[in-house]
């Protein structure tokens, strides 16, 4: 063989026909003989495997580079529906590895004017590396929909847990508020306000952790209700302590609509319109609204919770969110309730007006610091062991998800064309994204035992 590797032999022919061309080497020609050199005096083995993980990052190169479509997925079953679309458990077909696929259907986002808010649910999530937040692997689109490759949490959402369960414990409580305060930590860094924090949106991993997902509102309020209850709001901007405590036939009524909470919840959360159990009331009138939005969400989880059913929750939506607006009328936690001082103390504090709401003027750390997290150590939160462990007996389990029938409108249509061949859509520009880190993963890869290459690339002598 002399001094001449079988590596630099079987490069050569390409080598020489792209200097042929163009007079200089490639950066990958130069990558090439960088890891010749370096080599050279390690020995045959040694130098054949160097070749083997240089070859390999080229194709792991090359694919980075390639636009992902929907057909490298294999559709394994339907996991979730919303007001734009669907989620399905995914295969991806070259690597075996298994995904949540997000799609959204483009006419539906413009038409109901969601495109700045799956463009910020995209960014967000490209941008944010924690454990608290679902990870993103792959955005693209085609030509009908919006596709988000997204890890696949096998736990199911928090709402399937308190449908299950009716009321979770104060240890139980206090873990997954935490890890839902966690979350909202990261992403309020990055300078982003949720807005729908809601049990559907916490998703918990096989051990039991949670993660925050869905940054799109991808289940929005009906505009219609925030044009029901301006008016109203504007003859009685505010109703204030004195208000009279509610009418004994209320109480009534608000036992049987308590009843009937459990057999409504799934359908209200699935619906095209969602619910508005957890939206502050800032964000409903529109009077302009911060971080602190989202911990009124948190402070109407933590109710849920405790109690076993929202605090403004309705059989109307409309209904909800007049309660809402109208919070010191309607908020209640009955006298007999089981809770500890703090619990209440918590809930007290953060549904109440934006500038007096725990978080407002002192940040994440005054929440953290209430004493209903006495004794929490956050800087754990994710290597603790969870006070519920869903069950999940291999990787494609599906059990803690509801069961969907297909939509016929959203299969794609004949004639679709995807990839560079697609017509540009100015709404979506940027919208494809590949995470860095499945490249990074596929090169830790290159170091695992291989075959000699010598016997699969035999050389002449």
């Known amino acids: 063989m002399g001094g001449t ?30 890891v010749e050199a370096a080599a050279a005096a390690r020995g045959g083995a040694a130098r ?4 083997a993980r240089a070859i390999a990052a080229t194709e792991v190169g090359r694919d980075a580079k390639r636009r992902m479509r929907v057909e490298d997925f294999e559709p394994l079953k339907l996991i979730g529906r919303g007001a734009f679309g669907e989620v399905r458990l995914v295969r991806q077909k070259d690597t075996g590895e298994i995904f949540a696929m997000k799609k959204l259907k483009k006419s539906e986002m413009v038409r109901r004017g969601q495109v700045d808010h799956v463009k910020a649910e995209r960014n967000l999530l490209a941008e944010v590396n924690s454990r608290a937040v679902v990870k993103l692997y792959y955005s693209f689109q085609d030509d009908q929909f919006l596709y988000l490759v997204m890890e696949f949490l096998p736990g199911g959402d928090v709402m399937t847990l308190l449908i299950r369960r009716d009321t979770l414990t104060e240890e139980e409580t206090r873990f997954y508020l ?21 049990p559907d949106n916490l998703l918990l991993d096989k051990d039991g952790h949670m993660k925050l997902s869905d940054f799109g509102l991808c289940k929005p309020i009906d505009p219609t209700y925030q044009q029901a209850v301006l008016p109203e709001i504007l003859e009685n901007e505010s109703m204030g302590p004195s208000d009279p ?11 049987e609509e308590v009843a009937n909470w459990q057999k409504s919840r799934r359908r209200l959360a699935f619906s095209t319109v969602g619910t ?33 059913y929202a605090p403004f929750y309705s059989d109307e939506p409309l209904t909800t969110c007049r309660k809402i607006v109208h919070w010191r009328h309607h908020l209640r936690i009955p006298d007999d309730s089981p809770i500890s001082p703090e619990a209440r103390d918590l809930i007290e504090r953060l549904l109440c007006d934006a ?33 519920y462990r869903p069950v999940v007996s ?15 409108s959203m299969r794609k249509k004949s004639g679709t064309v995807e990839g560079e061949g697609a017509p540009k859509d100015e709404n979506f520009i940027g919208y494809t994204y590949k995470n860095v880190e499945i490249v990074g993963e596929e090169v830790k890869k290159l170091n695992i035992a291989r075959p000699s290459l010598t016997s699969v690339f035999p050389t002449s002598k």
């Open 5 to 34: 590797s079988w590596f630099s032999r079987a490069f050569s022919r390409a080598s020489k026909s792209k200097e042929g061309r163009t007079g200089k080497k490639s950066e990958r020609e130069r990558a090439v003989e960088a």
């Open 48 to 51: 054949e495997a160097d070749a």
């Open 178 to 198: 935490a890890q839902t305060v966690a979350a909202l930590e990261t992403i309020h860094r990055h300078n982003f306000i949720h807005r729908d924090i809601k």
């Open 245 to 255: 405590p509610p009418r004994t036939d209320e109480d009534s009524k608000r036992a």
């Open 276 to 308: 508005p159990d957890y939206i502050a009331p800032e964000v409903l009138l529109k009077k302009g609204y911060g971080l602190e939005c989202d911990w009124w969400s948190v402070g109407a989880i933590a109710f849920e919770m405790l109690m076993g």
């Open 355 to 387: 500038d007096q709401r725990l978080g407002t003027h002192g940040g994440v750390e005054e929440i953290k610091s209430h004493k209903f997290f006495k004794g929490l150590d956050w800087n754990a939160l994710y290597t603790m062991t969870p006070p």
């Open 394 to 408: 291999h990787r494609l389990d599906t059990r803690n998800f509801e069961d969907f029938e297909e939509d016929d």
